[in-house]
């Protein structure tokens, strides 16, 4: 039997969904609409999720190599009760959103900089979302948004881990 982790559930994967891209899966199938489709061609960063705690681009990525890994949507970011995870506020709070077709993509990337580097300088930063294309901001106000968002969980002890994972054993 097939299956994986998606915001921390365990779920069945269907043999007919194998050959499928994630993009596809997890809009089609779970109805997780945060993976937007941007380009399918993997150059937008759009539908970046994290997979086993790296960022990865779920047009390009099979269904059939997710079996067994941990998915994490845009979904997957809030906490239980319902709060918005810190980077996820960070970016409102920074007007790092406009048309916010970019947003999910760009909160999962900064997602998988701050679980390696709670701490990252302005040029990391730039570096870790270089594969993120935004239209509208102008990128100032998001690497205003992933310091923000450090500096905030730094401040008050507060995890990285995302808020389908709090609670569980990392």
Known sequence: MNKLQLNGREIEVQDSDLSMTLLRFLRERHFLYGVKNGCEQGLCGSCTIVVDGKAMRSCKFPVQKAVGKSLITIEGMEYPDGRVHPIQQAFMDAGAI???????????????????????????????????????????????AVELAAKIMHDQGLPVQAGCLQGQSA
């Not at 999910?104 to 679980?115: E, N, R, S």
């Open 98 to 144: 406009q048309c916010g077709f970019c947003t999910p993509g760009m909160v999962l990337a900064a997602y998988v900089l701050l679980l390696e580097n709670p701490q990252p300088t302005r040029e990391q930063i730039r570096k870790a979302l270089r594969g993120n294309l935004c239209r509208c901001t102008g990128y100032q106000h998001i690497i205003d």
